[in-house]
């Protein structure tokens, strides 16, 4: 099958053996009757299992071609359970332009247990090498990141995962299975947002592992259900809707983020435009190489970096709404220095381009000219 068939259809057969619903029924139940101790019909408790999830997981494990797929409450606990693989004194190497949640999670929940994070620059795969001892267990790669737009050689990263025989996981919640497809370019994990782009309707908060190795799936199905970051059957449907049209959404995400990237580069108040679809984006050639197209995700500084003027523009937007998150079908604005980024230090962010002016802008699926419209009236 290929992709947009996929996108409907993936892990899609025999949903209702019952009634042969086209959709899979919401079984909003959290226990299943026994004939017998241990004699049910492959599920016994909605924390360990649902089908309705069921259905869901394969859906995520069929786009992003990998074998299997896990469903969890948050994105966050996506990322949870992957690090609760390690124990103290393992390391892991990870992007340094992060989710700033993801960023708070590492150094704020898991450095404390003893497990150690080097945050470092991956534009340069090499580099990553340098940070490999023997204790490092997982390399963690966003891309593009957030908020900066950064593009990581997927392959190359693979490359070195393989090399020292460590785990790579890729945050693919920006470029969607639509846009890049990392367990094909030898990553081990592939992580979601469902809350962003898969979801698509800014209506539900959900998060996404795939993976290809059985043994690998197993431990994380393991964390999943002794932990217990799931997510409910309602969402779980929510989600399988939107999936429905995450190829023609993102279709038109890119048409129109390269409408946007265009007209900002050419605004006389615009000093920088970070999109990598533009051809003088500093990883150009890496995104055109590992992506399918560059996404609805763009970050822009105005000349002067100006606070209070950063926040004048957000302000003034009316299509765009102010307002965190990404990926559904509405434009949506932010301001990562004082919204998503705010939980990481001045110094930091400031290292790594989240300056005061910066603007993200998640672009929607409405008529890119009242887009551009609107961007014309708040810039000024
Ligand atoms: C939103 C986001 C997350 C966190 O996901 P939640 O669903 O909000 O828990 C992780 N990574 C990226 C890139 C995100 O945009």
């Known amino acids: 099958m290929k992709f947009n068939t996929k996108a409907i ?3 899609q057969h025999d949903v209702d053996p019952a009634y042969g619903s086209v959709m899979p029924p919401i079984y909003q139940t959290s226990t299943y009757a026994q004939s017998t101790p241990g004699g049910h019909k492959g599920f016994e408790y909605s924390r360990s299992g649902n089908p309705t999830r069921s259905a869901l997981e394969r859906a995520f494990a069929s786009l992003e ?3 299997y ?3 969890f409450g948050s994105g966050l606990a996506a990322i949870d359970a992957v690090i609760k693989m390690l124990k103290p004194g393992d390391e892991v190497i990870s992007t340094n332009d992060l989710y700033g949640g993801t960023y708070r999670l590492f150094t704020k929940v898991f450095e404390q247990f003893g497990i150690k994070f080097h945050f470092i620059g991956m534009e340069k795969a ?3 090498e340098e940070y490999v001892t023997e204790n490092t267990k997982l390399i963690w790669v966003e891309t593009p990141t957030n908020p900066m737009m950064n593009v ?3 392959k190359k990263a693979a490359h070195v995962a393989k090399k020292h025989n460590v785990l790579l996981a890729v945050d693919n919640t920006f470029a969607t299975p639509y846009l890049q497809q990392p367990l094909d370019m030898g990553a081990d994990i592939v992580m979601h947002s469902a809350t962003k782009y898969l979801g ?3 209506d539900v908060v959900m998060g996404a592992l795939v993976v290809k190795d059985k043994e690998l799936a197993e431990r994380l199905y393991f964390i999943q259900n002794a932990s217990g970051g799931v997510c409910g ?3 779980s449907f929510l989600v399988l809707r939107g999936l429905k049209t995450l190829h023609i959404r993102m279709q038109r995400h890119c048409e129109n983020g390269r409408k946007v990237a265009t007209y900002l580069s050419n605004h006389p108040k615009i000093e920088k435009v970070y999109w990598p679809g533009l051809e003088d984006h500093p990883n150009h050639a890496i995104a055109k190489a590992q992506m399918n197209d560059f996404g609805g995700m763009i970050s822009f500084t105005t000349k002067g970096n100006n606070f209070e003027e950063a926040i004048k523009i957000v ?3 009316k299509i765009f709404t102010l307002a965190e998150s990404l990926g559904g079908v509405e434009s949506l604005a932010g301001h990562p220095a004082s919204m998503t980024h705010a939980s990481i230090p001045r110094l930091e962010r400031e290292k790594t381009g989240v300056v005061d002016s910066l603007i993200r802008l998640s672009v929607g699926i409405e008529d890119a000219d009242d887009l551009i419209a609107d961007l014309e009236q708040a810039i000024g």
Do not use: F, V
């Open 9 to 11: 259809h993936g892990g």
């Open 65 to 67: 071609n990998g074998e």
């Open 69 to 71: 797929g896990l469903a």
């Open 126 to 128: 090499e580099k990553i």
């Open 152 to 154: 990581i050689d997927i």
């Open 200 to 202: 698509g309707h800014s």
């Open 233 to 235: 059957p309602q969402d």
């Open 315 to 317: 302000e003034r937007l």
